[in-house]
């Protein structure tokens, strides 16, 4: 048989967090943070609705402070199925943060998930995709074993230092397949609202490119779930994986279950 065509949806689920490195001026702006309230308040049931309908499993990346705020949205996504995924906990940009800070980011997201879903998580993703100097020192010092950032490549792989492999796999994502681009509006972040046609044509084409020409690779999409959770939008997500589903090979994964598969 064909190998699996891995597919993984690394979702985000920010909520007000996402919106932290604009609280910075002391300005509460609830109305911007209420752009994150909507993921919890009516994005993610449909969203998972959605998710369980198809059978897809997934990655949701989680910030501790939306962990803390949201308990029972957390244990629910643990509960049907899908990878809890570190997130940071306040959504703080690294590069912004000295080393302790940024040690201090990580350790509370974690501890956060810990304690909610009662599984400490092994994925982890930052905001806004960045890394310091510190970042890989700190996230093997966390006994953080997979790493979703980089954009170098189209297939999984393992992080060397000095010719030597470390315990932390890289499954790499890619701005055209991820939401914000086309969707991202408010507080000078994004600017864009584009037709959720236009990102279907993109994302689709990718992933049929991906599955014909490029053995080995994967096709990871990543969602904001304040920004795909509106109902246009979801169903585009869904003619876009039935779209994935009439490809024999197509593997809907998690993160942690992909990274078993890396050398
Ligand atoms: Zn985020």
Known sequence: MDAPFPVIFGICLDAEAGWSRLLADGNPRPILKSQGAYAVREGLEPLLNLLDHHSVVSSFFIPGQTVDRYPEATRMIHQRGHEVAAHGYDHLALLKLSKEQERDELVRGIESITSV?????VSWRAPGWEFTDSTFDLLLDAEISIS??????????????????????????????????????????????????????????EFLALYDDRPGSIFHLTLHVQLIGHPGRLRMVERLIKLIKSKPRATFMRCDELATQVA
């Open 148 to 205: 979703t950032n980089f954009q170098d490549c189209s297939s999984p792989y393992r992080h060397v230092r000095d010719g030597a492999p470390l315990p932390l796999v890289e499954i790499p994502v890619h701005w055209h397949l991820a939401d914000a681009p086309y969707f991202l509006y408010g507080g000078g972040l994004g600017g864009t609202i584009d037709t959720p046609s236009t990102a279907y044509e993109n994302w689709s084409e």
């Open 117 to 121: 879903v009662g599984r400490r998580p």
